[in-house]
């Protein structure tokens, strides 16, 4: 197996670079990865820290600095060192210096601004924590979406992936025993979601939370028929009421979100052509 030293640098939060190098790092089979991850990184007396470490484990080098002087001084020493330095964002901002016809303003963090779209965001956190597993049905109107479907089909999880998206999102899990609320038949603006999974799978991801709660495994909440039902009724109310159907068996949260915001954005659009 292959070992490699990751150097990420970058001036704001990093959170755009490690995602780059994530992406990147799926491609590659049988590679130890060992990151050193530099957050803003902004003086180049934090910089010669860091590169006193990064001498001290040469590999590649990732970063997004847009201060000149430190970008420099950082590629100065990396080429001294003979070590590689890539700058991803740079193609991506040569193209639309070139459009627009301007340059970029060299502002680290500029993407992090407290603008209304933050402020949305943080509101549709709240809202989503506020309305996990079925709470405070009445407001469920105020949505932008809702996400039905049988315990542990990852419903919170996603609902919270979708509130850092800036989704107000609410969820409630479909029991047979327990018919969900009218409220959730008569909803006009939230888009209403169907989550559905494999029974096995959903076996296995149930009984693994008992286990980690120490308790009996043996109950209808893992049994084989118990749950096939479960996950029928559950489809079935999906189909009576048409609303579209993700399955997440074999899908992560952040594609399980992906396909659902796409579902969100066809909408406005028809909604959008049927007012023109």
Known sequence: MLRLHLHLLSDSTGETLENIAKAALAQYDDVETVRHFWPMVRTETHLDRILQEIAQNPGLVIFTLVNPVTRTALETRCKALGLPTVAPLDPVNDALSVLLGQQAKARPGRQH??????????????????????????EWEEADILLAGVSRSSKTPTSIYLANRGFKTANIPIVVESPPPRALFS??????????????????????RLLSLNQATETN???????????????????DNGWPVIDVTRRSIEETAAAIIALVNERRGLAARNTD
């Open 113 to 138: 601004v407290l603008d209304a779209a933050y402020f949305a965001r943080v509101d549709a956190i709240q809202f989503t924590i506020a309305h996990d597993d079925g709470i405070a049905h009445e």
């Open 187 to 208: 909803l006009k603006n939230p888009l209403v979601v169907g989550l559905t999974t494999s029974t096995d799978r959903l076996i296995q991801i149930r009984r693994n």
């Open 221 to 239: 909440y893992v049994d084989q028929d118990a749950v096939a039902r479960e996950i029928a009724y559950a489809r079935r109310m999906f189909a």
